[in-house]
């Protein structure tokens, strides 16, 4: 391949990488064109289809690391612990296949990049396949919609519907907020709720019975 000054090589067109040119001045000032195939491969065999990346690939050092070894990719790390991970110093951080303890394989876990021990934590079983949902910090693991709160299991085991708080010395208690009391009856179920701090039941006939007063 002819040595050409830029201003001679034709217009940029659609080719396959073994003609497709790319123009390139040498350590003596010297105009040079060579093809994408004899960058990617050597001799100018590989082509953009079949090119292959061998080994590590590491960008800008802790950016992106892909770690052919182990099969594992991490983001902000250059020795991924887990099958993906992203270590940030600001904002979430997020592990995904990791390791578990007591018989269970971590799936995924969120947390926050300022503290590396609480954040949201998905589990699987090794030996029963059940999927276990837990804030493994010690505080409560919610869940809402419309960005509200809607229901809450502390650390002692206390779950809450509406509520954030317990009574004195309370585990593994059920608290129920005042509802706004249902107008109908939908068929094949019953409604349990609270109102005015009394805990009522209506039937799918739409009888109402108070179990409890306030």
């Known amino acids: 391949m002819a040595d050409l000054k830029i201003s001679q090589l034709t217009a940029i067109s659609v080719l396959t990488p073994a003609t497709d040119v790319l123009p390139v001045v040498d350590s003596g000032g ?3 064109k060579i093809t994408t195939n004899q960058i990617l491969g050597s001799g100018g065999t590989a082509t953009l ?5 061998t080994g590590d690939l590491t960008v800008d050092t802790n950016v992106l690391k892909v770690d052919t070894t182990n099969n594992r990719v991490g983001i902000g790390t250059a020795t ?6 992203v270590i940030a110093t600001t904002g979430i951080a997020a592990d995904f296949a990791g390791t578990g303890a007591a018989g269970f394989q971590t799936i995924a876990r969120i947390r926050t990049a300022s503290a590396s021990s609480n954040g949201f934590l998905i589990q699987g ?3 029963t396949d059940e999927i276990f949902f837990n804030n493994f910090y010690n505080a409560a693991l919610l869940f809402g919609t419309n960005n509200t709160e809607r229901l809450r299991i502390d650390s002692t085991g206390n779950v809450g519907i509406g509520v954030t708080t317990f009574g004195t010395s309370a585990a593994k208690v059920l608290g129920l907020a005042n509802a706004t009391a249902p107008s109908t009856s939908p068929a094949g179920m019953g409604q349990l ?14 009888t109402i019975t108070t179990i409890a007063a306030a």
């Open 80 to 85: 991924p612990a887990n099958t993906f991970q």
């Open 30 to 32: 010297v105009t040079k």
């Open 49 to 53: 289809a079949s090119a292959t990346i």
């Open 125 to 127: 079983n090794n030996t």
């Open 193 to 206: 709720y609270v109102e005015a701090g009394a805990l009522k039941f209506r039937g799918s006939s739409g």
